[in-house]
């Protein structure tokens, strides 16, 4: 009977043990779990987790295609991105990357990953009004540009 | 790989109207047999088209400015203002540091005085000395003919400043937060006259030459490779001269009146 009990304690403590971050996570606070502000328009140019696990690889792509061969669609420009995830500080205007609020910090404080697009990049969008045509759903050729894409990071990812 | 065969045909007379329409509806196709098996295919006559949101520069369009001297009043300072608000361009308080992307220059000829006035920023040489320098590949020209850095890639190690004959090359020394979204630019890299690329590929001309225009419009901005456009058609009507001609970088920039 004791040697019952002292299986069920210890089944009761690896539970415990278990689901204790997901409890923390939840609702106690204790994991500062970043919440990055929502941007504007319906819905980004791809779905959230496909941004937040390929955004830096869409942005390297874009960069080359943008600055060696002239295509400036802004469906995937650093531009659209500050344009539709401006964060508006207590003065009402956009605060740059400076604030903590910044969309970008939000997450890569957290992350502890540094990045160095706004040492030369606006971390504000010029005109807070005009924001990158997001919402529109995105057109065949830029559906077939996150194809391709797409192939390409595969590919990338299945090789050793 | 492309062959400017039918490009190079044209070149020294003046294009029959009804030939060239022809050739642009048909999609100026042509086909060169090289050897057996090797066929060299071209599109394009080498003319200035509108460029769709999503197509690539192409190397049938080369950018180029004519700048008429005659025009250009030595008091004016339009087309420096225009590039400096246009990419963000300040005063640090310390002017032997700031960055030019374009600077008027007086020129007089001691023995008769004259004085002349010439605005000189990167002329976007088509052999350019600071492509050919570069280590890593940051300053690159572009097809349009486009000479500009990636700032990317740029280390900084200012090789290109010393290459240019123009000086048209400055260094950013100090951090800067308040960029222009058009014109990224940060310390430790090395930038110079775009030609306003972004402007460009959004179908619009430089800054500074639509505030020549409200001033003396001195500056002609067009495609050099197309004989029908504004440039193409000035540079017809009166000798022009290229900075420093003897090194014989073929720039892009070409002034009228230089003497």
């Known amino acids: 009977m004791q040697r019952a009990w002292k299986n069920f304690l210890g089944e009761a403590l690896i539970l415990v043990a278990l689901t204790a971050p997901c409890l923390a996570e939840d609702g106690a606070g204790r ?20 941004m937040r696990r390929y955004h830096m690889m869409m942005l390297v792509d874009h960069r080359k295609d943008a600055v060696h061969q002239g295509v400036r669609t802004p469906q995937y420009s650093l531009a659209g991105c500050v344009s539709c995830h401006a964060v508006k500080g207590e003065d009402g205007q956009p605060v740059s990357f400076a604030s903590e609020k910044h969309f970008c910090r939000s997450c890569h404080s957290y992350a502890a990953v540094k990045i160095d697009c706004f040492e030369c990049h606006a971390s504000r969008p010029e005109t807070p009004a005009k924001a990158a045509d997001s919402s529109a759903p995105p057109g065949d050729a830029d559906a077939e540009r996150l194809a391709a894409f797409l192939r390409e990071t595969n590919l990338r990812e299945s090789k050793p | 790989m492309s062959c400017h065969c039918g490009q190079e045909k044209n070149q020294g007379k003046e294009p029959d109207p009804a030939r060239r329409s022809f050739l642009r509806s048909a999609g100026a196709f042509a086909a060169t047999l090289l050897a057996p098996g090797v066929t060299l295919y071209a599109f394009g006559g080498g003319e200035a088209q509108a460029r769709a949101p999503g197509e690539p520069v192409s190397a049938n369009v080369r950018w180029g400015l004519m700048i008429d001297l005659n025009k250009c009043p030595p008091g004016c300072n339009a087309c420096v203002t225009a590039c400096n608000e246009e990419n963000g361009l300040k005063t640090s308080g310390r002017p032997e540091i700031d960055a030019q992307w374009i600077r008027k220059v007086t020129l007089k000829d001691p023995r008769t005085d004259i004085v002349r006035s010439a605005p000189v920023m990167c002329q976007h040489c088509e052999k350019p000395p600071c492509v050919d320098v570069c280590p890593t590949g940051a300053s690159f020209k572009r097809a349009d003919g486009i000479v500009l850095v990636d700032k990317h890639i740029c280390i900084g190690c200012r090789y290109c400043m010393m290459a240019c004959p123009y000086k048209a090359r400055s260094f950013v020394h100090e951090t800067h937060d308040d960029q222009k979204t058009g014109a990224p630019r940060g310390k430790g890299t090395v930038e110079g006259c775009n030609l306003c690329v972004d402007r460009i590929d959004a179908g619009r001309q430089p800054a500074c030459v639509d505030a020549c225009a409200k001033e003396g419009g001195a500056m002609i901005f067009g495609d050099l490779n ?15 001269a290229r ?17």
């Open chain 1, 31 to 50: 994991v500062p779990v970043p919440h990055p502000p929502k941007g504007q328009g319906d819905h980004c140019v791809a779905d959230t987790a496909f």
């Open chain 2, 226 to 240: 197309d004989p029908a456009s504004e440039i193409s058609k000035a540079l017809r009507k009166q000798p022009t």
């Open chain 2, 243 to 259: 900075l420093r001609a003897d090194l014989a970088l073929n720039p892009a920039v070409q002034y009228a009146n230089l003497k």
